[in-house]
């Protein structure tokens, strides 16, 4: 735009901030480069650009070029439109003159041709010729829809409305907001965004330092992230050693020198490996293309920190190209079969894709020597998502049964947009960005979300899948599953087991959460320790401001899980109390019963007896650990049977994760059943759990069952078990 546009910088080693590293393409040697189309000269085209239109029967020259890289991608693209939109671009433009004195039409045109090379369809051309002239020139979004429709007009208001708030530090998180909300509503508004940022750091030139710093941060902090999460890897690795050449200048340079001096060595060990690969696949029948992959300066620098001294494979990567899916795997095959592969370098973006649409084979070979190549294994459809990302999608809003073999077609607009392909940390930035208490919190949140470069995909109980960020926990999976609804949120299922909410999830895991149905639930304030996506973060952080704790966190904590130290509950009344107990009848006529305390035995449980001191016989479940340990020391088992009264008297353990008003519930669920409490511990929570132990008084011992089910349904309750207590001496 203009407020940022200046001369261009001066093609060649870059070792001053303002110059620019990408134009040779990052990381090639000059004897090294493959050859490609040139880069334009934007100052000749300047110069085309006054001489005005050309004749009606061909396109101008300036636009010529766009038009060639176009054809490139879209052999039957309708180059009607970019002629009219370059004729009004070119005359509303006209006399206005960037920083260096070149003409402005260079910049628009510029983000054009970054666009067309990458394989933009013709609407999003034609948007970007035209994105600076409703907010420099006269030119308004009523012309712009007449003449070109309400898709253009669509795509040119979306990236105005991102240029209308100034870049000051202030001003950002409003600024990003917009152009969060506008990506949302249109991926190919951002696209047009991120060209037009590359071509700005491109010329950079004659800023001042301290403008060329605050540009560079901002580009670093928000666009390269945004252009990582949109797929778009070619402008995503220019901006990142654009950035890298302003605010590390000294690194940069050192960095330089070490690929220069790589590109003096009389040998390359890439080379060699890549003629070994292409001879294994020849003979195995694959049609592959096999190309060297130089890294860009930032790749290097990484690379150098992280493994010390270079070799010299470690300067690029090789790149094989194939026609078919199956024929990556067959390419995979044969090179871990031919050559020495380094397994744990392998990686299968094919079958489990990157958020950001990318799809590879990631592995690594070695040589005798100990040189290591990694080789990235795609289709050329995946290497042009790869490079473009949602740029390569072309039109991801017209309807599926329209082919656009032109990329270029119009469609029926009725104002909405509601994107199938959108990926899922954008719905889910989006969700919460309208939620942000203030624009620090926005922004500070978006930075961190962004910084999340990998993604892990999670499924639902009922098979539908969860799309977050690596670390995320329950809670994460709460809120992005049911927004703030996950306050009622009391406990989860990690692939079939039960656990708390701090559990991080790993990649691939089955999630269940348990929801309470109390519209009273609120959630836990240990919760945000635990929340590692902005959408959690905030929801809980909202709640929390319109909710301030009544005392300090432990008092909070202890109302919203129950007392600390065991406490008991009241009993029940004293008739209650005494009613008969169940009764068993012992072999020896007349010998005295006692139930045993270990276990509770209760009809019609599976019993068995033996005598302790004064001839009393104990009753224990045949399961029961004490019965085992007496019958282990050689104890004589006694024989025992259920007599006819049916009272019984049993003590029950629930296990539930804390939550408000929870011990009323269950000693209400108990009431309801007929069922007298005689007594009642709650055990102090750990890690948002909580025991309660119940001694209870049944009329009749068939309704064990159906108590235990009444308990677990309580929200909050997610076991009931019949207590096991340690044997105790006297027996």
Known sequence: MSAEATNPATPGPATPAAQRPAALEPGVPPAHRKKTRARIDLRRLGRAALLGPAARDRLPDAIGHVAEAHRAHHPDAKLEPLRRAWVLAESSHRGQMRKSGEPYITHPLAVTLILAELGAETTTLTASLLHDTVEDTEVTLDQVREEFGDEVCYLVDGVTKLEKVDYGAAAEPETFRKMLVATGNDVRVMSIKLADRLHNMRTLGVMRPEKQARIAKVTRDVLIPLAERLGVQALKTELEDLVF??????????????????????????????????????????QAEVLIRPRHFVSVHRVSRKRGPMRGADFGRLLVLVNEDADCYGVLGELHTCLTPVVSE????????????????????????????????????????????????????????????DGGGERPFDGERADPTRPGWLS?????????????????????DLA???????????GGSLGLPEGASCVDAAYAQYGEDAHACIGARVNGRLATLSTVLRDGDTVQLLMGQDPASEPSREWLEHAHTAAARIAIQRWMATHPAPGDEEAARASATGPRPPVAAPARPAETQTARPASAVADPPGASVRMAGCCTPVPPDEVTGFTVRGGVVTVHRVECAGAARMKSAG???VGVRWGDTTECRVTLVAESFGRP???????????????????????PPSQQRVRHTYTLQLPDAAHLPGLMRAMRNVPGVYDVSRAQHPATAAQ
Do not use: C
Request: aromatic share 6%; glycine share 4%; net charge negative.
């Open 661 to 683: 008003h929870l011990l009323a519930d269950l000693t209400e669920a108990i009431a309801a059943e007929g069922v007298a409490v005689v007594s009642a511990t709650v055990e």
């Open 428 to 448: 889910r930035l989006l969700d919460w960005q309208q939620g942000a208490p203030d624009p620090d919190t926005f922004w500070s949140t978006l930075r961190e």
């Open 245 to 286: 050449a302003i605010l590390h200048p000294e690194e940069y340079e050192r960095t330089r020198e070490l690929i220069a001096e790589n590109a003096s060595r009389s040998d390359d060990p890439l080379a060699d490996i890549a003629e070994e690969v292409r001879v294994v696949l020849r003979d195995a029948g694959i």
């Open 635 to 637: 104890r004589p088992e």
């Open 346 to 405: 392998f990686k299968d973006f094919i079958a489990v894709p990157k958020f950001n649409l990318y799809q590879s084979l990631h592995t690594a070979v070695t040589r005798g020597d100990g040189q290591v190549a990694e080789v990235l294994i795609r289709t050329h459809q995946m290497h042009k998502v790869a490079e473009a990302g949602v740029i390569a999608l072309g039109n991801p809003y017209a309807p599926p049964s329209e082919e656009q073999p």
């Open 452 to 462: 999340q470069d990998r993604e892990i995909t999670v499924f639902r109980a009922d």
